[in-house]
């Protein structure tokens, strides 16, 4: 599954990201994806919750369905 995710600002951080594509629904929901070590950004697992993630990048999500998070920047 693929998400787009346009953003206002220079960057968000990933915690943020994952709560906003709906991947997690509470904070602590991303620290344990984050933890369990289930993100990848530019295909290298990421273990910082705070990782700040700019436009142009993408996440992939490692649960039961794949989810790719695309972000951009908002015109």
Same mark, same amino acid.
């Given at each position: 599954?693929?998400?787009? %995710?346009? %953003?206002?600002?220079?960057? +968000?951080? &990933?915690?943020?990201?994952?709560?906003?594509?709906? #991947?997690? !629904?509470?904070?602590?929901?991303?620290? &344990?994806?984050? !933890?369990?070590?289930?993100?990848? %950004?530019?295909?290298?697992? #990421?273990?910082?919750?705070?990782?700040?993630?700019?436009?142009?990048? #993408? +996440? +992939?999500?490692?649960?039961? =369905? =794949? %989810?790719?998070? #695309?972000?951009?920047?908002?015109?």
């Amino acid at each position: 599954m693929n998400k787009d %995710i346009f %953003i206002n600002t220079q960057y +968000i951080k &990933l915690d943020s990201l994952l709560k906003l594509a709906d #991947c997690a !629904s509470t904070g602590g929901q991303a620290k &344990l994806l984050v !933890s369990n070590e289930l993100v990848f %950004i530019e295909g290298e697992v #990421c273990t910082q919750r705070g990782k700040k993630i700019f436009p142009g990048q #993408c +996440i +992939i999500v490692k649960t039961h =369905d =794949d %989810i790719q998070v #695309c972000v951009h920047k908002k015109n």
